[in-house]
T-cell receptor, first 107, second 116 residues
Framework: KNEVEQSPQNLTAQEGEFITINCSYS?????LHWLQQHPGGGIVSLFM???GKKKHGRLIATINIQEKHSSLHITASHPRDSAVYIC?????????FGEGTQLTVNP | DAGITQSPRHKVTETGTPVTLRCHQT?????MYWYRQDPGHGLRLIHY???????DKGEVSDGYSVSRSKTEDFLLTLESATSSQTSVYFC???????????????FGEGSRLTVL
């Protein structure tokens, strides 16, 4: 079993829909990251959180430390949100990544 | 944007040849990481560094070595490249906060390596 599990692996939505991507992990962590990778490969950090909730524009990230679970929500999704979303957990000196969720938002 | 650059960005080489990828940062961040990205596997950690001359193995370290003689440079070496090392390689840095990954992550643009 991977230390970091994301679901779903693939997600297709219509423009305007509310989207949720989930991340579960099995180790104790100091922080959790949500990353975005667009076609062409560049990876951008969206959020870094260790508790509670963070919001940036239409994106919201939450984490429940007790349940070892985090969610990334996208409100009013748009085709430009189409990308791979990756969860990564920091434990000690190491980072471990989920396999990513491929999101496609159709107009 | 964080100052992190990878070189070369693209390389084609033959099996058995040595290859070195360079990650250079201008942010003075303590933690640096090398990982590879392959279809069906996502990002996998190869090696990481928590300071000058301080490195440790990740989950897919076989066939790779690293060196960090200066804060700003983290080198990844394939002593004898194999076709299974064809991949896209990413470097990442993390702000010093006492614990790796407890600060924001910044990524290089990736280096695409093809081993024929």
């Amino acid at each position: 079993k991977n230390e970091v599990e994301q679901s779903p692996q693939n997600l297709t939505a219509q423009e305007g829909e509310f989207i949720t991507i989930n991340c579960s992990y099995s180790v104790g962590i100091s922080a959790l990251h949500w990353l975005q990778q667009h076609p062409g490969g560049g990876i951008v950090s969206l959020f870094m959180l260790s508790s509670g909730k963070k919001k940036h524009g239409r994106l919201i990230a939450t984490i429940n430390i007790q349940e070892k679970h985090s969610s990334l929500h996208i409100t009013a999704s748009h085709p430009r949100d189409s990308a791979v979303y990756i969860c990564a957990v920091a434990s000690g000196s190491r980072l471990t990544f989920g396999e990513g969720t491929q999101l496609t938002v159709n107009p | 944007d964080a100052g992190i650059t990878q070189s070369p960005r693209h390389k084609v080489t033959e099996t058995g040849t040595p290859v070195t990828l360079r990650c250079h940062q201008t942010e003075n961040h303590r933690y640096m990481y090398w990982y590879r990205q392959d279809p069906g596997h996502g990002l996998r950690l190869i090696h990481y560094s928590y300071g000058v001359k301080d490195t440790d193995k990740g989950e897919v370290s076989d066939g790779y070595s690293v060196s960090r003689s200066k804060t700003e440079d983290f080198l990844l070496t394939l002593e004898s490249a194999t076709s299974s090392q064809t991949s896209v390689y990413f470097c990442a840095i993390s702000q010093f906060s006492g614990v790796a990954g407890a600060g924001e992550l910044f990524f290089g643009e990736g280096s695409r390596l093809t081993v024929l």
